[in-house]
């Protein structure tokens, strides 16, 4: 069993920063693709970006491509998901998800929230 913890959401002003942990535990997550999703109200939820643990090699969604940076720390089992120049439009509970085939697991989310 693995558990996701998600931290680092908060309300920041169009155009600010902020930078999403989620921490796993339970078990090591190599062999594992970690991925964000977010789900907007009235929304599905959305995949945002992936990183293969053992590789590192991420592929974003075209929405954030450019503006949102996703990164492991194996040592510390521990993703992170730094997003700059937010929108509005990422007003989201964002989620930790760590999936391989016949497993997925998933955190229970944070919200962020982007003022205009």
């Known amino acids: 069993q693995v558990q996701l913890v998600e931290s680092g959401g908060g309300l920041v002003q169009a155009g600010g920063s902020l930078r999403l942990s989620c921490a796993a535990s339970?078990?090591?997550?190599?062999?594992?693709?970690m991925r964000w999703f977010r789900q907007a109200p009235g929304k599905e939820r959305e995949f945002v970006a992936v990183?293969?643990?053992?590789?590192?090699?991420?592929h974003y969604a075209d929405s954030v491509k450019g503006r949102f940076t996703m990164s492991s720390d194996n040592a510390k089992n521990t993703v992170f998901l730094e997003m700059n120049s937010l929108k509005p439009e990422d007003t989201a509970v964002y989620y930790c998800?760590?999936?391989?085939?016949?497993?997925?697991?998933w955190g229970q989310g944070t919200q962020v929230t982007v003022s205009a």
């Open positions: 998800n760590a999936w391989k085939p016949g497993v997925d697991y």
């Open positions: 339970g078990r090591t997550l190599s062999n594992y693709n």
């Open positions: 990183i293969s643990w053992g590789g590192g090699s991420t």
